[in-house]
């Protein structure tokens, strides 16, 4: 998705590179702290992964916002952007499953 979204706003070879990679190795790390820290916070199932998401997507855009060219506002909408494509996606797999 970030491959994508750079080349359609004209990022460099180099940035879109680095910018995937740096999405990837975030991806990895707050899907983790999301599944090792979701059991422990005793708040209401609903409320806590809505709550998590939404850390995530800050965490993650401003990322984006400091590693890859771009602003601040665009970072959080690219971040907003990929979690909710993953979730859906989640959410589609485990209805067929």
């Known amino acids: 998705g970030m491959a ?8 460099s070879r180099a940035q879109i590179q680095r910018c995937v990679l740096v999405c990837l190795g975030v991806n990895l790390v707050t899907h983790a702290a999301f599944w090792l820290a ?3 916070v005793p708040v209401e199932a609903t409320l806590r ?21 771009l602003s601040l506002p665009r970072a ?3 971040s907003l952007l990929l979690n909710l494509s993953s979730f859906w996606l989640g959410n589609v ?3 067929l499953a």
């Open 4 to 11: 994508v979204l750079l080349w359609i706003w004209g990022g």
């Open 38 to 40: 979701y059991p422990l």
């Open 49 to 69: 992964l809505w709550g998590f998401e939404a850390l995530i997507v800050a965490v993650e855009g401003l990322i984006y916002h400091r590693v890859c060219p």
């Open 76 to 78: 959080m909408g690219i």
């Open 93 to 95: 797999l485990w209805q």
